[in-house]
């Protein structure tokens, strides 16, 4: 039995080979990453999940995943760890309810998005009719140069 | 054997009992449903994961969930639901995936939102600027006035 079982291993009191397909993804310093997992699915069924992964990239389906590329592996079964952790700190809702607040997020920050672009537009037609219109003080100025007879020819 | 049992009586061929406790979370009509929690997380573990809710809101832990408020049993049972249609449909990533998604959307949104009120504050800048200081034809009309030798009393 060898020193540095994989966590799967050691869960299962079993000899880690060195080939051990489990090892990448359960290294022993983490017990709580297979204890999690295993909690919620089941380890016949982690068995059962990654050969349908195989056989999604058109692999052989090898009784266990050891066909499917490292990088694959490692991140089904970080995201199973990941679903998993959150259905046992969260029994009822699980990830799900991780998504509803985000979705609940998205829509505050685009009702706030739309506000602003509607405050935007209206500031710059405010900008514009500013800088074309007469102020108030070019007005009385106007009327100013009117009521002394002059020909104001600034202003046409 | 009733003829109206529930998706998991039927699934197993059992008798389904009037007061079934699965029949509320998995009705007849929608097989599919239990299919695809069974396939992810097997039928002992969907019963442990009710039996952990049912200690979670301190209610007796009885083998299956007959304590457990109906609308947290059917709310559970969608969230298995959910995510197990999602694992099967994206294998490696699941429901994290759609979660990776939602996080980069509210990135997105919220950059476009710290843009919107950056523009907003500075076309407000704009706008007040505008309105008070005099615009190329106040000026004019004020440098007409003077050399006119005008005493402008509306801009002293």
């Not at 069924?45 to 349908?52: A, F, P, T, W, Y």
């Not at 266990?64 to 694959?72: A, D, G, R, S, V």
């Not at 800088?131 to 020909?151: H, R, V």
Request: hydrophobic share 40%.
């Amino acid at each position: 039995m060898s020193s540095t079982r994989c966590a799967v291993c050691k869960y299962f009191r079993r000899r880690c080979p060195s080939d051990c397909v489990f090892a990448p993804c359960f290294p022993p310093d983490n017990p709580q990453r297979f204890t999690c997992v295993h909690r919620i699915y089941g380890a016949s069924n982690i068995g059962k999940m990654l050969e349908v992964i195989n056989l999604e990239c058109n692999l052989v389906p090898l009784s266990i995943l050891t066909e499917l590329p490292m990088h694959l592996r490692v991140d089904a079964v970080d995201s199973l760890y990941y679903e998993a952790k959150w259905r046992i700190q969260e029994p009822v809702y699980g990830c799900v309810g991780i998504i509803s607040s985000l979705h609940r997020q998205i829509h505050i920050a685009q009702t706030q998005l739309a506000k602003a672009r509607a405050e935007t537009a209206f500031l710059r037609a405010n900008v514009v009719a500013a800088k074309t219109m007469p102020s108030s003080g070019e007005f009385m100025a106007q009327q100013n140069s009117i009521d002394n007879g002059l020909d104001d020819q600034s202003n046409p």
